[in-house]
Structures are given as C-alpha cells and as structure tokens.
C-alpha cells in the first residue's frame, strides 16, 4: 500500500466553479453567502457567525493552516460572479487506512443547482488521483436529506445511520454514513 501524497489546497477548477484556498479578504463574502445564514447553519456542528469580524478572524486562522500539506479546506467561489459562495473541508484523516471525511456548506441562495455535487466530485477525484486516498466518507444529520443526496449524486453510497453520534445545539444527533472507494469513481 502506498502512503498518502499531501499536496494542501491546490486550486481545482470545474465547468462552472473554482476550488481555492480562502484568504481573510473572502471574509464579507463569507459572511454575507453563508456564515450568517441559519438556513445553512441548521444541521451543522458550529453557530451561525454574529459578526463580520468574526469571520475574519476565523479566515486568519485557516490562512495559517494552509501550511500544513496535509489540509484541505476549499473555498467554493461561483465563476459567474467570482463570488465565495460555500466551503468543502476534508476532516479525520487515516494516514494508514487512507480514509478521509468530508466537510461542506454551501450558501442557501445556491442550494438545488448541483453546485455542492459538482464540488465534491471533483475534490473526490483529486484526493483519490492525486493525493492517493482509499476511501472518502461523508455524514449528515438525519433531518437534513439533501445532504445525503449530494452524496448519492457523487456515488457515495450510504452504509447505515451512527445514532447519536454528534451532540451540537443543546441534542445529541443522528447521522447517516455515505462512502466511495477509490475504484468507484
């Protein structure tokens, strides 16, 4: 088995979006597409963001991480307007088993247009072709279906629901369980 080949955020372009590192001058963008939306927050494990200045902040953090090879957090950005509009994070690493998780968000003005699918097609395939993983996994919140619809759209396939798996937003949650292997792509 070959170990993993960590290249970090590299820049990945689709038909209608490019996959970059976020900088702190997205952090409006941020804010205003999807940060502050409790449509987009609702099923997911941190709060909708109070401030502008908040995310700022919390861009300066990332700006930092992607120093690190090993992570990969992209910022989705609509090629039509060159406007952030979401975000796609890989989360838990396998080194050994070369396994990882997927992360995403995506600004509800964009929902039911297939960009979150388009999205995590193609990182699927860079972190399979490029970086050499195994198997890609990703979870949602039982009450939040479309989630797992962007998975199925992407050919992961579901393997069974973790019961409360999560505790966020004063519950404990239930997640579905979606994954694809390398040689299903």
């Known amino acids: 088995m070959e ?11 689709t038909d209608r979006l490019i996959l ?9 963008a941020m804010y205003r597409n999807w940060a502050s ?28 991480e992607y120093e690190n090879e090993s ?12 406007e952030p509009i979401g975000a796609l994070m890989v989360v838990g690493i396998n ?16 929902w039911g247009k297939g960009i979150m699918p388009e999205a995590v097609r193609a990182i699927i395939k860079f972190l399979f072709t490029e970086v050499g993983f ?12 479309n989630s797992g619809r ?13 019961r409360g798996v999560y505790y966020y937003k004063n519950h404990f949650v239930d997640c579905k369980q979606y ?3 390398r040689h299903e792509i």
């Not at 170990?3 to 372009?13: A, M, Q, V």
């Not at 970059?20 to 409006?28: K, L, M, N, P």
């Not at 992570?71 to 060159?82: D, M, S």
């Open 3 to 13: 170990p993993l080949t960590h290249k970090g955020t590299t820049t990945l372009e």
């Open 20 to 28: 970059r590192r976020f900088t702190v001058d997205d952090a409006e």
């Open 37 to 64: 939306d409790p449509k987009v927050t609702e099923f997911l494990t941190w709060q909708t963001h109070e401030s502008v200045d908040f995310t700022r902040e919390l861009l300066a953090g990332w700006e930092k």
């Open 71 to 82: 992570y990969y957090h992209w910022c989705i950005v609509w090629k039509e307007t060159g």
């Open 95 to 110: 080194e050994r088993l070369l396994s990882a998780g997927l992360g995403y968000n995506l600004g509800s003005a964009f």
């Open 134 to 145: 195994y198997r890609v996994s990703a979870m949602h919140d039982i009450g939040n279906p």
């Open 150 to 162: 962007v998975m199925e759209k992407c050919g992961m396939q579901y393997e069974g629901t973790l």
């Open 179 to 181: 994954a694809i292997l």
